[in-house]
């Protein structure tokens, strides 16, 4: 019997692509002497590129400098006219004193770009991690992980892949990647910390590709099966008592439940097979799923024998919801620190960890941004790895219980579609066996910098089992702040918090500034950084302009009016809030109305022959707060129907009734009839009764026809507002309507202009 196909989790969104290979960026600035610097036996000492005058020939100026012993190596012609070579100190003397050659440059090294840490490794604190150890030094993390996959690029130069094993044909040794799913999960675990193109969380961990899908993405149980029983059959060489592998990832799923007996009850193969490998001692990680609904639903995801992993949304890499959105994946743009809007949930989750728009290998020597849950659980799966390091014994139990536990809750729960909030990943939080660490809780502030303050922030000790050693502490801070301990020791096991109280004075400028903690503990050394972004940029909001709102009804002596305002900016850091407050008749400001961030308009009933003022404000995510935008005093005045600043055009008749503004409207029913005013103000609206004889009419603004307005209505609507416009400065305008019409309803009736001045 054949059996359902298995899909990749998405088989994880392409977001977008970068370049393959070495990405070459000159230095920004040249050398002040030549560059002598050495990479990979190219050299730059004794060079210099050689840069004319403008209207020197090139060809002359080379015949001239070969005259000299010069052997030019490369002629440029277009964006600079000159030429390179290398150069002695005389033909640099005779060079320079030349009237056609405008300067000598020293040539300079130039090599591929640095290495990028991705967001996803850096929200987990992987560059804090004493075991990882992320410096651009390759120092490879002793443990051999299997990727349960697509397979993985073998050639890929920032990837330590040391083998694998081919289930989805019969060629067994054809595990290479022919989907770059597979390679970009591996990247994601432990990619190189060389120095270039991105380092995984356990960089330069032992990759094994363990292909059980065809490049298509898809494969079959009993290739996954297949796979699962190569894994169990690989023994550690150096104690065959033990397992290969320390950790297992898997990105894949398929429709099914857990039968909480292992797949005994329910007849699931796969089932059986994992809880094999993990009763073997190899711990697995799954990916939760990318369908937005509860992973129970999901295989292996459901299963309580694997660590399952849920997605977060992190835009900078960093706690506190303070990046914005960034790139747009899955139908919409990413929200910092929430829960990513495709990512399975529920009780079976065990950890969140950033899978929107992560950054690793893809086949051919490039990179990619993918987004999935496939992108969240390979960063666990290299967690598990650096806990085993040091930990071969540690059961896949132990393995998660101490992953829960190293976890922290600085994301945004309430974005969490269960009641079930699991933490997110920490792996500054995992200490080789006999060792220690310091975390910083919530490690990233920011505060405002004119204003200043005092933060407190939690520094914990991170001991390993067998750690109880006294940890001595200190601490340093960057000028302006000052920075104390509360407790200058951590004493024993059970002593494992201590605070650093930091205060900012008043005025401090804008920027980044880090707090150093140093511990020592038995002759171990180990630091944490706080870094304290200072914020002292003010928002800038624009003047607030009003309108008159348009469907509502005017009541002779008072309207409806609103006022607009364009989101402020700011350079630091988002908008927070908004304050408004009007003043009447000149008086003083009225109590302050206090809005979100997202709210750009306030609303207020206006009496007809007082004057308004409105000022609005906005506050920063620091708490700095913009200037009071301050909208020029504003009076409104009433053209009624008989008005004498009306000019009307055609056969108008009068209407009396109680209902009409003024108690009178002006109303024809001939095609081309007109009424209009010439005005000087900021607004101005239409008022006119809507029914069921009323029909339509064109509104001119300044000799252009703007709008049809339509009056009909099957019951009778006195002083509507029908028309509204709208500017940001007073100016003098001229307002027409003229009347359509209309079959069967011709009648438009004025009943009255109102200006705001």
């Excluded at 120095?195 to 149980?221: D, E, H, K, M, Q």
Aim: hydrophobic fraction near 40%.
């Amino acid at each position: 019997m054949r059996v359902a196909p298995l899909a990749l989790l998405l088989t994880a969104l392409l977001v977008a692509p970068l370049a393959a290979g070495p990405v070459e960026a000159a230095s920004p600035h040249p050398a002040p002497a030549p560059n002598t610097t050495h990479g990979h036996g190219l050299s730059a000492a004794g060079r210099w590129i050689v840069v004319l005058r403008s209207g020197a020939s090139v060809d002359r100026e080379q015949t001239r400098a070969r005259g000299l012993g010069v052997a030019v190596d490369r002629t440029f012609r277009s964006v600079v006219h000159g030429y390179a070579a290398k150069l002695d100190g005389a033909q640099v003397a005779a060079l320079r004193s030349d009237p056609n050659v405008s300067e000598l440059v020293p040539d300079a090294l130039v090599t591929m770009e640095a290495q990028t840490t991705p967001h996803g490794v850096r929200r987990v604190f992987g560059q804090r991690s004493p075991i990882a150890l992320i410096d651009g030094v390759d120092q490879r993390v002793d443990a051999d992980v299997a990727i349960v996959d697509t397979g993985i690029d073998p050639k890929h130069p920032d990837l330590n892949v040391v083998g694998g094993y081919n289930c989805s044909t019969s060629n067994h040794a054809a595990w290479s990647d022919g989907n770059g799913h597979g390679t970009h999960v591996a990247g994601i675990v432990g990619a190189l910390d060389n120095g270039f193109g991105v380092v995984g969380v356990a960089p330069g961990v032992r990759l094994w590709a363990v292909r059980i899908l065809n490049s298509s993405g898809s494969g079959l149980i009993s290739w996954y099966v297949c796979g699962l029983d190569w894994i169990a059959a690989q023994r550690d060489p150096a104690d065959p008592t033990r397992p290969l592998f320390e950790a297992v990832n898997m990105s894949v799923a398929k429709p099914g439940k857990d039968d909480h007996d292992c797949g005994l009850a329910n007849h699931d193969v796969l089932h059986r097979a994992i809880c094999r490998l993990v009763g073997s001692g190899v711990t697995v990680v799954a990916a939760a799923g990318n369908n937005h609904f509860s992973a129970s639903r999901l295989i292996p995801a459901s299963y309580n024998e694997v660590i399952t992993v849920s997605a977060l949304a992190d835009t900078d890499g960093r706690p506190g919801g303070i990046g914005g959105r960034a790139c747009f994946s899955w139908g919409g743009y990413d929200i910092d620190d929430t829960f990513a809007n495709f990512s399975n949930f529920g009780r079976d989750v065990d950890l969140i960890a950033p899978g929107k728009c992560i950054l690793s290998t893809v086949p051919g020597n490039g990179y990619a941004l993918l987004s999935g849950t496939s992108m969240a659980a390979p960063l666990v799966t290299g967690a598990a790895a650096l806990y085993k390091s040091s930990r071969p014994l540690a059961t896949p139990a132990q393995v998660k219980a101490a992953l829960m536990s190293a976890g922290n809750h600085g994301w945004k729960q309430s974005t969490d579609p269960d009641p079930y909030h699991e933490p997110l990943l920490d792996v500054s939080h995992i200490v080789n066996l006999g060792d220690y660490a310091l975390a910083a809780v919530s490690p990233t502030r920011v505060i405002n910098g004119n204003a200043g303050g005092s933060i407190r922030v939690a520094v914990d000790g991170i001991r390993a089992e067998d750690f109880p050693d006294p940890i001595a502490l200190s601490i340093g801070a960057d000028a302006p702040l000052g920075a104390t301990l509360t407790d200058g020791t951590l004493a024993g096991p059970d002593d494992l918090r201590t605070n650093v109280d930091v205060t900012v004075p008043p005025g401090t400028a804008s920027g980044t500034y880090r707090v150093t903690v140093t511990g020592n503990g038995n002759g171990k050394v180990r630091i944490v950084r706080i870094a304290i972004h200072v914020d002292a940029d003010r928002p800038h909001v624009q003047i607030p302009f009003l309108g008159i709102r348009s469907g509502t009804t005017f009541q002779t002596t008072s309207y409806l009016a609103r006022a607009t305002w364009n989101a402020a900016t700011d350079p630091t850091s988002r908008i927070t809030a908004y304050q408004a407050q009007w003043r009447i008749d000149g008086g003083g400001w009225g109590s302050t109305v206090s809005l979100g961030a997202s709210t750009h308009a306030i609303g207020r009933r206006l009496g007809v022959g007082h004057a308004y003022a409105l000022r609005v404000r906005a506050r920063d995510a620091a708490g700095n707060w913009s200037a009071w935008a301050v909208a020029d005093g504003f009076r409104t005045t009433v053209a009624q129907d008989g008005s004498s600043t009306l000019r009307k055009a055609g056969h108008w008749r009068v209407s009396r009734s109680a209902s009409w503004s003024g108690h009178t409207t002006r109303f024809a029913t001939a095609a081309g009839a007109s009424i209009s005013r010439t005005f000087t103000g900021r607004a101005v609206a239409i008022v006119a009764p809507r029914g069921p004889h009323r029909g339509s009419a064109a509104v001119w603004i300044d000799g252009v026809r703007v709008r049809t307005i339509q009056l009909h209505a099957a019951g009778l609507h006195a002083r509507r507002i029908v028309f509204t416009r709208t500017w940001r400065t007073a100016a003098t305008h001229t307002i027409r309507v003229v009347v359509a019409g209309t079959p069967h309803h011709p009648r438009v009736d004025v009943d009255a202009i109102v200006i705001l001045r």
